[in-house]
Structures are given as structure tokens and as C-alpha cells.
């Protein structure tokens, strides 16, 4: 499946998305809210993993390509969160990671948007959730604009980070159909 914005592509991966996206999981700029930077074969196994979460469950995070060059310009989906760990499971997120030259550009909000779009629109969701450690202000910032609401009452303990880790801390956005403004 693919589905296209003005300006983007996102499509199921391929087998030329593998190296631009080693090098963007591999920029600790890009990785600076993350535990730490991929390496090739991580990133690579990665790329396998949501390739499995597609064949599972008919969507997930997709590659994204600018369509006036077909840059690959990083990965952006909704997925199902079934780790019984995170207080808010089961759940359906959306989520985003774009390389840093095609930072500021409005493209994490336009693919995310569609990706909403095919959630509610397409699978017929009823709430889509975005998750995030607290000092990542530019995530949460595309999360308003994609008219998320954050209540502090949801905030948790990433379960997968020990205790004292530095991100471990992190907020939960909500956004429902009915206030999805398309």
C-alpha cells in the first residue's frame, strides 16, 4: 500500500531505503531522543522488524520519499503498541523520523497527517496516540499541529528504559477521530 501527500511517497520499504535510512538512524542528531544511534546491522534489522509489522498487520511505518526526486527522507506510519508495559496498550501510534537535511521543511506533519488520514479514514480508527520523551520539543510541537492533546495525567515510565535513564521520562499525545481535521 502506498499513499501519497503533495509532496510525499510513503510506500513499503525497499531495498534502496536500507542506506539512507543506516544513515540517518546512525546521526546523533537525528538519534538525540533515542538511547543511542543504529549501527548498519541494527538499523537493518530494524527495517525487518516493521517490515513484519506491515505483513501482520497491513500497515506500519513506511519508507518516505520526496516525490520531486524521490529523496528517501525517513520513516513515518501508525503501528499498533502491544507491549503490555506502556500504561496506555493496546493502542495505535504514529510515529516519525526524518533525516536531518529535510528537518523544518513541514514534512514530518504532511506524511504524518496522511498517515492519520489512512487511519481513521481508511481502518476506521477510533484514537491514534504519538509518544515521546519529555525534552523532545520538536516532536511534541509536530504533535500539536497535528491537533494531538497531551494530559499530563498520561505521562509514564518508558518501560523498556531503566530507571534514571536520561529519556525514560515520557508524554502521551491523543488525538480522536472526530477531532481530526483533515
Not at 499498533?80 to 496498550?89: D, T
Not at 504533535?143 to 523498556?160: E, K, Q, Y
Request: aromatic fraction near 10%; glycine fraction near 8%; proline fraction near 8%.
Amino acid at each position: 500500500m502506498t499513499i501519497e501527500t503533495p509532496r510525499l511517497v510513503l510506500a513499503p520499504w525497499a531495498e534502496r531505503d536500507l542506506a539512507p535510512f543506516a544513515m540517518l538512524n546512525a546521526d546523533p542528531d537525528v538519534m538525540r531522543y533515542f538511547p543511542n544511534p543504529l549501527t548498519r546491522e541494527e538499523s537493518d534489522a530494524l527495517v525487518e522488524r516493521l517490515r513484519g509489522i506491515w505483513d501482520e498487520h497491513g500497515y506500519g511505518l513506511a519508507a518516505v520519499r520526496r516525490r520531486e526526486d524521490d529523496a528517501f527522507i525517513g520513516t513515518v506510519g501508525i503501528q499498533k503498541v502491544l507491549n503490555p508495559g506502556y500504561p496506555f496498550a493496546p493502542a495505535v501510534e504514529v510515529g516519525w523520523r526524518i533525516a536531518r537535511p529535510f528537518w523544518r521543511q513541514g514534512y514530518a506533519s504532511e506524511a504524518a497527517r496522511a498517515a492519520l488520514a489512512h487511519g481513521f479514514d481508511v481502518l476506521g480508527l477510533p484514537e491514534i496516540v504519538a509518544f515521546t520523551t519529555e525534552s523532545n520539543l520538536p516532536s511534541q510541537a509536530v504533535m500539536t499541529s497535528l491537533g494531538m492533546v497531551r494530559d499530563p495525567a498520561d505521562d509514564f515510565l518508558h518501560p523498556l528504559l531503566p530507571e534514571g535513564h536520561r529519556l525514560r521520562l515520557h508524554v502521551l499525545f491523543r488525538l480522536r477521530s472526530e477531532g481530526f481535521r483533515r
